[in-house]
């Protein structure tokens, strides 16, 4: 029989920073992961160069049921505290955009050091848990190799996303085991299958403002032969979808007021030269039906119509799918914060059961938001199992 303190079953993110914060205060630690390598998400991130953090990460970066609940977890762990990590770690990071940090090197750094914190607790690869269930008042977990004891059970097991990798279904299978409710899953921070746009202009890519509801951002949107990807795409998917995406393909601009300025300072170029100024040649030509008529030729009735196109091309709730839980980045959806204390991460129908991670019903904005919260909820579960 293997008796622990705590163990953690997922060696990703999250299980390896909740493991490193248990053996901080001296506790007999075992992580047990399905998989042959540990923190495989990790070692991908960010395109292989691991965006570990975002110095915008607060509550509103995030979704689910309750975002609010990250409150309490985000300000344990703050930007601040994993650039530190970093540092302490002999970890370099570059700024790529305001607030998006990356490793400077590259992700399986990230990864080593990670892995560093942990070694004096005991890991078991190729593991995969068939039960945990409570007896008395220990946890017995049961692999298909051995049989565990514990007093504190971390689940870190992570979302289905990213199926490659080698993912489970059992955190929430053990959730729902012990009374909790799980938020059903869905893709997330991924493309769409849809035919707003003809597969002739795949390959192009701009940016674009999109509104959903009342929430509106602007970022790079890719048409692609399937329909729509790239970061504008990637953001739209972790929000609530369940509504019209609403894009203005010339933002920051009042194209109305542009087009008719034109018209009458430079009313013989054409409608197509025009746009092709601000988007690319192929999407203008589709987007005026290869028109060649000169923009002074234009009724304002007209320009005001073109204008109302370009800025509100609508994708209907029922034209568009999320593309996949193969490729999708994350999951919305997981086990549901309702039964869950946001100060310690312990479940409160099960004392020494905990939770951190993609698991929960919680999901972060495109941009390092993730990892942040993967590191953040196991360093939090952690100190506190």
């Not at 914060?21 to 390598?37: C, P, Q, T, W, Y």
């Not at 790529?96 to 992700?107: E, I, L, M, R």
């Not at 370009?310 to 996949?324: A, P, Q, R, V």
């Amino acid at each position: 029989m293997n008796v622990y303190e705590v163990i953690i079953i997922g060696g990703g993110a999250s299980g390896l920073m909740a493991a490193s914060s248990a053996l901080s205060r001296n506790k007999k630690v075992a992580i047990i992961d399905m998989g042959e390598n540990l923190a495989r998400k990790v070692s991908i991130s960010g395109g292989g160069k691991c965006n570990f953090t975002n110095g915008t990460a607060d509550y509103k970066k995030y979704f689910g049921k309750n975002a609010k609940f990250t409150q309490s977890v985000l300000n344990h762990t703050q930007p601040k505290d994993l650039l530190a990590w970093m540092k302490n770690h002999g970890l370099n990071w570059v700024e790529k955009k305001p607030g998006q940090y990356f490793c400077a090197t590259c992700a399986n750094d990230v990864v080593k050091a990670l892995l560093r914190d942990v070694k004096k607790a005991r890991i078991f690869n190729n593991e995969l848990v068939t039960d945990v269930y409570k007896r008395n008042n220990e946890f017995v977990i049961e692999t298909t190799k051995n049989t565990f004891t514990t007093k504190s059970v971390i689940i870190a097991t992570g979302g289905l996303s990213y199926a490659s990798l080698g993912v489970s279904d059992l955190g929430y299978k053990t959730a729902k085991k012990f009374g909790h409710k799980i938020i059903p899953i869905r893709p997330a921070l991924c493309a769409i299958s849809t035919k707003i746009f003809p597969t002739e202009l795949s390959g192009i890519s701009f940016d674009v403002e999109i509104s959903i509801g009342k929430e509106k951002f602007l970022d790079s949107m890719l048409i692609t032969h399937f329909g729509l990807g790239g970061p504008a795409i990637y953001r739209a998917t972790v929000r609530d979808i369940e509504q019209d995406i609403h894009l203005n393909i010339l933002p920051n601009i009042n194209i109305f007021e542009w087009l008719k300025n034109l018209k009458a300072i430079d009313g013989k170029k054409s409608l197509l030269k025009i746009l092709a100024t601000k988007l690319p040649i192929r999407l203008s030509k589709w987007l005026i039906q290869n028109e060649s008529k000169n923009i002074a030729d234009y009724k304002d009735i007209e320009l005001k119509n073109i204008s109302n196109r370009l800025s509100n091309i609508i994708i209907k709730k029922d034209n568009f799918k999320l593309y996949s839980l193969q490729t999708a980045e994350v999951v919305r959806g997981g086990v549901s914060t309702d039964e869950i204390s946001s100060k310690t991460l312990e479940s409160k129908l099960c004392p020494g059961l905990f939770f951190a991670g993609e698991v929960l019903d919680i999901t972060g904005d495109l941009g390092g938001f993730n990892l942040h919260w993967a590191f953040a909820s196991g360093i939090l579960a952690g100190e506190n199992a």
